[in-house]
């Protein structure tokens, strides 16, 4: 008697290739955290709490590398950010005991929002991302510590940050992070349960939340960005792995229509030798 | 015979050569005191990895004339301790090569310049250096050893060499930056290089002695992880994963006659049917690469 074992080709579980192991998460970044800040001089960090799952996990990966002490962590509300929001971000404080700071951003952005009474949630967003990025650099000089972003892979990828804004940092731990292994290492770091389990917001208006910004969710952009970026699948082959096409050329679309947000402004080669071009040298050169 | 290995997985400072000098002294001191016979650094451990326009300030000759490779050769002596280190050569013609040299008792014995140079995703190597263009085995205090460099072990030519060319033991470092998170406790960069590497012990019964270094450059890890393999294909001794560490183990080189005896893979290879079908594929290919 022979077995003939013929087996159907199966789609690719994206699922299973986007669980990561969390302990060696942990150790890599946080010994990533210790190295960037001591080889640049400092001890301390700083860095903007909002309430979500970003800034939280950031802050226990960031206690754990510098010690909680050494971790300045920043509310800064603008006058229709939830209540929920500073709640949140208090909990990550108290349960790490970090040294915290809340500055209101109203009384700083409005003087601009007001001069220009058309102005769309669009800029005023950037707006107040790029003012609470003025008091972090500032927090940066005065308690001496580096600013740490918090920026995910999914929403650097779609461009869903604002420029100068909550992208400028001198560290990015969880830039290699999509959204949904921030959510398994935040769950793992013991992250409060109040903030793994609310819908993602950037909390600008109410009831705004990003999934419903974006027009689609996080599992599921996360499952596509994978196949697009980490598995290097053509726009066809990835619809093939049971994505519909239209969808899938829209997100890789907004991936290449925001890259300017991830590469340094282009400099006009005119000499032999130009920053940006042939000027090479690591970033730690510095350090 | 016995011989009592040590790898000094550390964290070389970027293009600074003189810090990374003294804490390659400092290691052998430490090794020392545990009888160290010969002592493995990892590749580039004397002036960092991703240096790019940093090669042309740390490049130096392998030689008694040049400072850094004097305080070496005279640890060396010194100590009675051979050491494989790693260091930005450049020949007379301002060329640089990523290569590593084998220092016994005051002398340069053997210097291999690396042969693959990855020039792909997070690589840039062929933009700055030029490829070593040989591949030698060479004899030792301890038997006859072979060289080689990260990417040069990538390929399995390369390996086979060393083995043809009678190495009994295969010395190979890297400064291997970690990728590949997924669900297991090692990345997937770490568990390919300890595939292939027991593939080798395994292939050539011979011991593979594998130093990686540790450490971040701008947003890269290395892992770390250096091992021993002896020449049945087990791990004798494994460092941890990601922190530095000086790793200390005496192997029984006659555990190769043994293996060879059980394994007679070497007596049996085919060597001259090999360099036949390899002269034929290259005179019928159209492939430039060959």
Redesign the interface.
């Known amino acids: 008697m022979v077995t003939t074992l013929v087996q159907a080709q199966r789609r690719v579980d994206v699922d ?2 986007l ?3 969390t ?3 942990t ?2 970044i946080v ?2 955290i210790r ?2 800040v001591t ?1 640049a001089g400092y001890t301390r960090a700083v860095l903007g709490l909002s309430g979500g799952i970003d800034s939280a996990l950031v802050a226990f990966l960031a206690a754990r590398a510098l010690g909680a002490e050494n971790v300045l962590a920043v509310r800064m509300p603008y006058r229709t950010s939830s209540e929920a929001s500073l709640t949140d971000a208090q909990l990550v404080i108290d349960q790490l005991g970090l040294p915290s700071l809340t500055i209101e951003i109203t009384p700083m952005v409005q003087p601009l929002i007001d001069l220009f009474p058309e102005m769309d949630s669009v800029r005023k967003g950037n707006i107040m991302a790029r003012q609470r990025m003025i008091v972090l650099y500032d927090q940066s000089a005065a308690w001496r510590g580096l600013v740490i972003g918090t920026s995910n892979k999914t929403e650097v990828l779609l461009g869903y940050s604002t420029l100068f804004g909550d992208s400028a940092a001198a560290l ?1 731990p969880i830039g ?1 992070l999509y959204k949904t292994q921030v959510r398994q290492l935040a769950r793992a770091l013991g992250v409060p349960q109040s903030i793994l389990d609310k819908a993602p917001s950037a909390d600008l208006w109410a009831g705004q939340t990003d999934e419903g910004e974006l027009g689609y969710t996080y599992d599921e952009v996360d499952r596509l960005l994978y196949l697009l970026v980490d598995g290097r699948y053509t726009v066809e082959e990835a619809a093939a792995q049971g994505f519909d096409l239209a969808f899938v050329e829209r997100v890789w679309r907004r991936v290449r229509m925001n890259h300017f947000k991830r590469t340094m402004p282009n400099v006009a080669k005119l000499s032999r030798r130009s920053v940006g071009h042939d ?7 510095s350090g | 015979m016995h011989l009592t290995v040590g790898l000094a997985q550390l964290y070389p400072k970027i293009g600074d050569v003189a810090a990374n000098l003294k804490e390659h002294l400092a290691q052998i001191e430490a090794a020392k005191a545990h009888g160290v016979q010969l002592l493995l650094f990892p590749e580039l451990s004397l002036t960092g990895y991703n240096l790019q326009d940093l090669v042309y300030e740390v490049a130096l000759q392998p030689t008694a004339e040049n400072p850094t490779f004097r305080q070496l050769l005279e640890a060396s002596g010194d100590y009675d301790m051979d050491l494989m280190v790693g260091f930005v050569d450049t020949d007379r013609r301002a060329r640089y090569f990523i290569a590593a040299a084998y220092l016994s008792r005051g002398e340069v014995v053997h210097v291999h310049r690396k042969v693959y140079l990855p020039t792909y995703t997070l690589f840039d190597e062929g933009r700055y250096f030029a490829w070593g263009d040989s591949v030698r085995a060479f004899e030792t205090r301890f038997g006859r050893f072979g060289m080689l460099i990260c990417e040069d072990f990538w390929h399995a030519s390369p390996p086979y060499l060393l083995w043809l060319d009678r190495a009994d033991v295969f010395l190979f470092h890297s400064a291997s930056p970690g990728r590949g998170l997924d669900a297991s406790d090692r990345l997937s960069s770490a568990r390919w290089v300890q595939l292939v590497n027991q593939a080798y012990a395994s292939l050539f019964t011979s011991y593979v002695l594998h130093c990686n270094r540790v450490g971040y450059e701008d947003g890269l890890n290395f892992w770390g992880g250096s091992t021993i393999i002896d020449p049945d294909g087990e791990i004798v001794c494994a460092a941890p994963m990601h922190e530095p560490a000086l790793c200390i183990q005496t192997i029984d080189l006659n555990q190769i006659r043994r293996t060879r005896a059980r394994l007679p893979l070497l007596r049996d290879e085919r060597t001259a049917l090999t360099a036949r079908e390899l002269a034929r594929i290259i005179q019928e290919s159209h492939d430039f690469r060959l």
């Open positions: 299973a290739l669980r990561i192991n302990d060696l998460a150790k890599i010994g990533f190295d960037a080889k990015q290699d000027f090479l040298y690591l970033r730690d050169w």
